[in-house]
């Protein structure tokens, strides 16, 4: 993914001042462009990915969900900082994934990783375990219903991540009034008026929010 929300400047010299990834994320990246094409810019960017590592080693989770996997950047991201703990991901397609499960195993974080297949609202409301950290990326209607899904059982100090909040800058603009656009305003307001939580969006990418539940 590239940057749509900041100057192109501004977002070059961020990337130029994140430290790379390496060449296992960048053959990754390769491959998603050659297999899928357009597709491959649902991918999260490099700079997300360099923030995901930092924010896992931080929050040290013992559970960490991924909802969105595709061909699995942000995964391998996600795993590479855990620290004994494990990752679920949840994702609809078998094709896709396959690609993720064939780079974590090159990666060596295949046995930290636990892939569900399947309608990702129907896996969580089945997932028992307590989490600690969440990264969404999935089909944005249904981000509200990740949220209070994943929100009944996070741990409080514990951390949602959810990608693509800014939509291409779009929420800011009330020219905009497509469908999909307000569907992200509709889960920035609801997330911004939940007393439970303390939140900020980061405008790399195409805007990520940062979600940390209250003690
Ligand atoms: C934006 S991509 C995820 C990109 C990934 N995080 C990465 O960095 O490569 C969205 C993913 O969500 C999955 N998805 C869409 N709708 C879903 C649903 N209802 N349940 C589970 N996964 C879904 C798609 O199959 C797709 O792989």
């Avoid at 001042?17 to 297999?35: F, I, K």
């Avoid at 703990?85 to 690609?99: K, R």
């Avoid at 997932?127 to 969404?136: H, P, S, V």
């Amino acid at each position: 993914m590239k940057d749509f929300v900041l100057d192109q400047p501004i977002a070059q010299y961020i990337t130029d001042h994140t430290t790379r990834p390496d060449a296992l994320l960048d053959a990754l990246a390769a491959e998603t462009r050659q297999a899928t094409g357009d597709r491959a810019g649902m991918q999260i960017s490099p700079t997300q990915g360099r923030l995901l590592t930092m924010l896992t080693e931080l929050l040290a989770p013992s559970v960490a969900v991924e909802v969105g996997t595709f061909t699995g950047y942000s995964s391998i991201c996600l795993a590479r900082g855990l620290r004994g703990g494990h990752l679920h991901c949840f994702d609809l397609s078998a094709e896709w994934t396959a690609m993720a499960e064939r780079y974590w195993r090159e990666a060596g974080v295949a046995d930290r990783i636990t892939l569900t297949l399947g309608p990702a609202v129907e896996t969580l409301a089945g997932f028992e375990a307590t989490i600690d950290l969440t990264f969404i990326d999935a089909d944005k209607p249904n981000y509200p219903a990740y949220y209070e899904l994943i929100m009944a059982r996070l741990r409080p100090g514990g951390l949602i991540l959810v990608d693509n909040t800014l939509w291409t800058g779009h929420v800011a603009d009330p020219s905009r009034t497509d469908p999909s656009t307000q569907t992200m305003r509709d889960f920035n307001d609801l997330v911004i008026e939940d007393p439970r939580v303390t939140t900020t969006i980061l405008p790399i990418a195409d805007g990520l929010t940062m979600i940390r539940k209250n003690d």
